[in-house]
């Protein structure tokens, strides 16, 4: 049974990359000139007293460096971040500290850095184990060099992840079924597997308009998603969220904290955070650029250009769309304190019978294999 209270995290977000990849569409920035670190640590560390002034005293359960690539963090940047998020809000003794890398043998290089650091667990984007599909996807390293960057990882950290993207152009289920059981037995505790999204603005979609990338349709989306389910099923790695996978007791922690709608911090360029503040709980957004978020920082003292109070039913929405994605599901009993009633038993009833819910112990929903590429009509219906 989850935990009563989610808890409390950080999430950290260091906006530059290498390359671009042509998928990618997060906030992620190529410089050529590399950007002035101790000016990075100078703006984290005035974001995370600003926010320390707005909600208190916590207690830190998770710490997410995400990206972009930080993994071209310096370790000492990472370090100052951590210490100054240690003194505003005490890490807990158990506290997961995670940080995405590129599988890369160079920055493999400074995994034993970030360890020193007080990083705990690594998630690596390895989105491939296949050279060609790492080349078509414009990754600068090939299968061999992101398995010796898991290898590095693995010697450094108890916890280590992969993120692998599936449905790419032409792959068949049982190249992805072979690809999916090779990365699982490299015998990490958890994997991120994505589909394939063409995402607007970025080279592939232009491609995808053009017809010159052309992604599986729907049926073969389908059994490349049923693979998905049964290799990791029968593995030990079930998902416990829609496409993310762990032995049980591995799950991430950080995840697992957003999905159940706890409260984050949301520090850096185009961060976003959920914060519990004396006026009730806020939607809080940054500055995107990492020019404009420093000039901004630098200037105001934090980057935020949102911060919008919640109201109790955006809160409950918000509490069902992401507690949905999860194989736990939401209790009932939390969406009736969010949202100040109960759900309607006729709607509820009506899904059950769609199979498009199901009932779990303890009061508890969740979005069926039938409803889960449903959810935002499922959540609409639930919410009405
Ligand atoms: C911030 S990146 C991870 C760290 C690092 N930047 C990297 O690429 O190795 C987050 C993950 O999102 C996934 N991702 C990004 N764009 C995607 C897309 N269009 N479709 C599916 N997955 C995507 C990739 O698996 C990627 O590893
Ligand atoms: S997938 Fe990772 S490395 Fe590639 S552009 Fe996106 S954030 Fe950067």
Known sequence: MPPADPGFGVYVHWPFCKAKCPYCDFNSHVRHAPPDQARFVAAFRAEIAHTRARIGQRRTESVFF??????????GTVGAILDAIDA????????EVTLEANPTSVEAGRFRGYRAAGVNRVSLGVQALDDAALKALGRMHTAEEAL???AVARAAFERVSFDLIYARPDQKPEDWARELGRAIDEGCEHLSLYQLTIEDGTPFAALHRAGRLIVPGDEVARALWDVTQETTSAAGLPAYEISNHARPGAESRHNLLYWRYGEYAGLGPGAHGRLDTPEGRVATSTERGPEPWLARVEAEGHGGIVDEPLTRAEQADEYLLMGLRLAEGIDRARFARLAGRAFDPVRVAALLEEGMIAELPGERLRATALGLPVLDAIVADLAA
């Open 66 to 75: 995400g990206g972009g690539t930080p993994s071209l963090m310096e370790p």
């Open 88 to 95: 505003a809000w005490p890490l807990d003794a158990r506290a």
């Open 148 to 150: 010796g960057a898991v």
